[in-house]
């Protein structure tokens, strides 16, 4: 993008933007830690982050398009080389559709009712066997690589959740929950004031800290008072996952700016990257804010593929 002219601003902020998206989107492995830890729905939960990660995709696409409308030397045209159709459509064949055949058999069958998230795993994994075949890559190193790969998710996802569980158990245990909700609802505010007040404090710990240090402190003591308060966990989760993923752009620790300041040459400054980020944690607060006041924006396909 840099070699077409376009500015800092158009490189790197719709960059940025995307990559927190993905954590929305079905298959978030993300989604799959905090569903674990707060004791949700993983179907639930990944179903729930379809139409807000479609609508956030919206908002981004429109905004972009917006300004290389009216500020055309950010985003200069330049002209496309033809590709005859032919090419398109073996293009399409060899790397298109072996990704959508994967996505299928995670997402697809659990839209379609075919399967459990857990069984969706597992007609995940056999599709990438038959991709991997397709691509004529499949051998021993590959084996061991995944096996060893997958080996290591596992213990850090069942490490995560004994911590988190352990430090529910204490909270339970020495009455700090109990206490915690005899204050809340000891205040004479509206409950939304204290969700906003709850979302308040994860944006404020995403600027300092990574997603799953955020869910382990967080989910413990945040879960019991949004089931006390009469909230959906799927819905509160969403709304949780959208607020990790803004803290992922927000300085001045933001993970993904980091990211960014690695791969972008070194005439970049943090500065402009930061300043790039910032119309897309708007449209984040904005979505929470659509979620907060609809909350089927999040319950709608959960509850129509349940029904």
Known sequence: MRKRGYSVHMSVGPIIGVGGVAMLIPPSALAVVLASIGGISVGGLLMAGVIPGVLLGAFFSAYIILVA?????????YVVPPTPLAEKLILTVKHLLPIAFI?????GVIILGLATPTEAAASGTIATFFVTLFY???????LKASLKGSIEIWVMVFMIIAGSSTFSSILAYTGASRGLMGLIEGLEVHPILILIGMQIIIAFLGCFMDSISIMMICLPVFMPISSGLGFDPVWFGVLMLINIEMG???PPFGMLLFVMKGVTPKDVAMEQIIWASIPYIIFDVIVMAMIIAWPQIALWLPGFLKG
């Open 248 to 250: 992922q752009m927000t």
């Open 136 to 142: 004529r890559r499949f051998n021993w190193q590959v």
């Open 69 to 77: 409308w009216f500020k055309p030397s950010w985003a200069p045209r």
């Open 103 to 107: 996505i299928f058999a995670v997402i």
